[in-house]
């Protein structure tokens, strides 16, 4: 059975940093590509960040492009989402989802149960 265990998010200031991690278990973590996705009340789920299976190659929204960066340790099978200099626009539930394609869109095969990110300004 695969599983996604999410965990990092927390309540922070404007121009704070937060990491979150994401570890899997249950597949061959380095097969599959990990996406960042996030979602604030009464919004679509949005696209954050994606990295490959190998983590040669990552893609980023124009939002949070130069301030997030996403990152896997497959010995771990564990991805990891840094985000510096948070907004408030940034508040939302952080989910990460694993597929064998990376995509920008929510198609992801695999889901976790989402953390909660609230900044402050």
């Known amino acids: 059975q695969v599983q996604l265990a999410e965990s990092g998010g927390g309540l922070v200031q404007e121009g704070d940093s937060l990491k979150l991690s994401c570890t899997a278990s249950g597949l061959a973590f380095s097969d599959y590509a990990v996406g960042w996705f996030r979602q604030a009340p009464g919004k679509d789920r949005e696209f954050v960040a994606t990295?490959?299976?190998?983590?040669?190659?990552?893609h980023y929204s124009h939002s949070v492009q130069g301030r997030f960066t996403v990152s896997r340790n497959n010995g771990k099978n564990t991805v990891y989402l840094q985000m510096n200099s948070l907004k408030p626009e940034d508040t939302a539930v952080y989910y990460c989802?694993?597929?064998?394609?990376?995509?920008?869109?929510?198609?992801?095969?695999?889901w976790g149960q989402g953390t909660q990110v609230t900044v402050s300004s």
């Open positions: 989802a694993l597929d064998r394609r990376a995509r920008t869109v929510p198609e992801y095969q695999y």
């Open positions: 990295i490959t299976g190998s983590g040669g190659a990552t």
